[in-house]
């Protein structure tokens, strides 16, 4: 495996996973709020985290008054649409624990705008939170698609895939996606986060996460192989997902 077993962490299902990527998230919040006073986190979007939202809120173990906001992709939708990443993470966890709107820096979705002018004015915002966070999230949450995508980098998408100077690019999701306008970080963000963590469910990302921690599959048919290996990257699997793997629980 060309990842370090001791960065693959398996749970026999989303409860158990969810709350060890709790756990390791808080002790990472603590760390960065004492070194500097602040917790920059982009949220992954899409199913499998909302667990772990949820056991955050439960648990209320952060010194949230130090968290700052974003989302590493949204969907071109309003923020209470049912697809929409930014509105999961508000009702999951940052209503329930009180951040205050000012510490969420979500992308400006409305009608009045367009994908393009939403990513341009999510790139400004983006960047100004980093100037704040000495250059880098302390923490980037991702998920895992079937097709290798992570985020809203999409296997082909070679416009995203490619852009290193913006930390917000405009997206196109495959045409099976619910919804195929996106915005989604870059490369350059993701990549130099000081934590990424990845969280992993079901038996149909068990092929994927198989040729990703194995070093196999090109880095355009399989965007998260970006982040394989990387010394900072951590990986939760649930059972399903971690079938057959030669991973240690
Ligand atoms: C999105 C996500 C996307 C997601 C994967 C896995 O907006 O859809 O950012 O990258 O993490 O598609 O999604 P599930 O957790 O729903 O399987």
Excluded at 164 to 192: G, K
Excluded at 201 to 225: C, D, F, H, N, Q
Aim: aromatic share 6%; hydrophobic share 40%.
């Amino acid at each position: 495996m060309t990842v370090s077993p001791d960065r693959v962490r398996r749970r026999a299902n989303t409860e158990a996973l969810a709350e060890a990527a709790a756990a390791q998230i808080e002790a990472l919040a603590a760390e960065a709020t004492g070194r500097s006073g602040r917790f920059s986190i982009a949220f992954a979007g899409g199913s499998t985290p909302r667990e772990l939202y949820a056991q955050l809120a439960k648990r209320n173990r952060c010194n949230w008054s130090s968290w700052w906001i974003a989302v590493g992709d949204e969907r071109v939708v309003p923020s209470d649409h049912p697809e929409s990443n930014a509105g999961m993470v508000c009702t999951t966890l940052l209503d329930r624990v009180g951040i205050p709107v000012n510490r969420r820096i979500l992308p400006p979705v409305d009608e009045s705008l367009t994908q393009a002018e939403i990513a341009d004015r999510y790139d400004q915002s983006i960047r100004s939170l980093l100037a704040e966070s000495d250059g880098a999230f302390d923490l980037v949450l991702l998920g895992l698609g079937a097709d290798g995508h992570t985020a809203s980098l999409f296997p082909g998408d070679t416009r995203c895939l490619t852009e290193m100077r913006r930390t917000v690019c405009a997206a196109q999701a495959p045409p099976e996606a619910s919804v195929r306008e996106r915005i989604t970080l870059t490369y350059p963000v993701l990549l130099n986060a000081r934590a990424i963590i990845f969280l992993v469910a079901g038996a149909g990302k068990r092929a994927v996460i198989g040729e990703l921690l194995a070093g196999r599959g090109s880095r355009t048919a399989y965007p998260a192989s970006r982040f394989v290996p990387n010394s900072r990257t951590y990986w939760y699997l649930d059972s399903q997902a971690a079938a057959g793997l030669p991973i240690a629980d």
